[in-house]
C-alpha cells in the first residue's frame, strides 16, 4: 500500500531556509502535495506538483521531485515566524479513474526561533 | 467565503457514551473524507464518500464507527460506544471529483472536532 515518509521536527532560526523532505512508494500518483497546518487549525493546501515536473517554485516556496528515488522535497526561503506550523506530505489525485483518496505523511512541525 | 464546517468543535465525554460528529462539506463539492489525528498515529484516513456513496471505509473499526451521509450538505462519523483511545481530533475534507474521476487532491478542511474521552 501507499505509504509517505517524513521526519517529525525541524528548527530553523528566521532569515534562513527550511527544507522539509519526504519519501513516498506509489509511483503511480499524478500529484504530490504539501499541506499545512497551523496552530488549532485543519490543514490546508500550500503547493503541489505534477509527477512530470522535477521542480516548481512559487514566491519563497519551492518544491523539488525526484521520481527516481521517490523522493519529495520543500524549500522555503527567508523563513519567517509565521511559517512556525506542522506540514505535510501527501500523495494520490488522478487524472482519471478512481484512487481519489490522499495518503498523508506524518508531518514535519517546524519551529521558526528568532 | 466557501469553507468547510465541523460541529462540534470540542467535546468532552465519558467512557461508553456516543458521541456523533457533524460535517457541512463545501457546496458543490461531491467527495467527503473523514481523517483522525492523534500524536502517535499522525492523519489517519477513516472514511470517504462520493456523491454520497461510501467509498473507503477501511479505516474505521466497523463495530463502534459508522459514517453517513444523510444528504449532500451533511456528512456525520458516529462512535458507539467512545473509548478513551478514541481521543483525537476529527477532521472532514471535501474535495470535486470531475466527470471521469479527474481528480487534483485540493482537499479543504474543517478546523476540526477535538474529542477527548474520560
Known amino acids: 500500500g501507499e505509504d509517505v515518509e517524513q521526519s517529525l521536527f525541524l528548527s530553523v532560526r528566521e532569515g534562513d531556509s527550511s527544507v522539509i523532505n519526504c519519501t513516498y512508494t506509489?509511483?503511480?500518483?499524478?500529484?504530490l502535495y504539501w499541506y499545512k497546518q497551523e496552530p488549532g487549525a485543519g490543514l490546508q493546501l500550500l503547493t503541489y506538483?505534477?509527477?512530470?515536473?522535477d521542480m516548481k517554485q512559487d514566491q519563497r516556496l519551492t518544491v523539488l521531485l525526484n521520481k527516481k528515488d521517490k523522493h519529495l522535497s520543500l524549500r522555503i526561503a527567508d523563513t519567517q515566524t509565521g511559517d512556525s506550523a506542522i506540514y505535510f506530505c501527501?500523495?494520490?489525485?488522478?487524472?482519471?479513474?478512481?484512487?481519489?483518496?490522499?495518503?498523508f505523511g506524518t508531518g514535519t512541525q517546524l519551529k521558526v526561533e528568532l | 467565503d466557501a469553507r468547510v464546517t465541523q460541529t462540534p468543535r470540542h467535546k468532552v465525554t465519558e467512557m461508553g457514551q456516543e458521541v456523533t460528529m457533524r460535517c457541512q462539506p463545501i457546496?458543490?463539492?461531491?467527495?467527503v473524507f473523514w481523517y483522525r489525528q492523534t500524536m502517535m498515529q499522525g492523519l489517519e484516513l477513516l472514511a470517504y464518500?462520493?456523491?454520497?456513496?461510501?467509498?473507503?471505509d477501511s479505516g474505521m473499526p466497523k463495530d463502534r464507527f459508522s459514517a453517513e451521509m444523510p444528504d449532500a450538505t451533511l456528512a456525520t462519523l458516529k462512535i458507539q460506544p467512545s473509548e478513551p483511545r478514541d481521543s483525537a481530533v476529527y477532521f472532514c475534507?471535501?474535495?470535486?471529483?470531475?466527470?471521469?474521476?479527474?481528480?487534483?487532491?485540493?482537499?479543504?478542511f474543517g478546523e476540526g472536532s477535538r474529542l477527548t474521552v474520560l
Open positions: 501527501a500523495e494520490g489525485g488522478r487524472l482519471t479513474g478512481g484512487g481519489n483518496k490522499l495518503t
Open positions: 464518500f462520493r456523491n454520497r456513496a461510501p467509498l473507503d
Open positions: 506509489d509511483s503511480s500518483s499524478t500529484y
Open positions: 475534507a471535501s474535495g470535486l471529483v470531475l466527470s471521469g474521476g479527474a481528480f487534483t487532491g485540493e482537499l479543504f
Open positions: 457546496l458543490g463539492h461531491n467527495t
Open positions: 506538483i505534477f509527477s512530470n515536473m
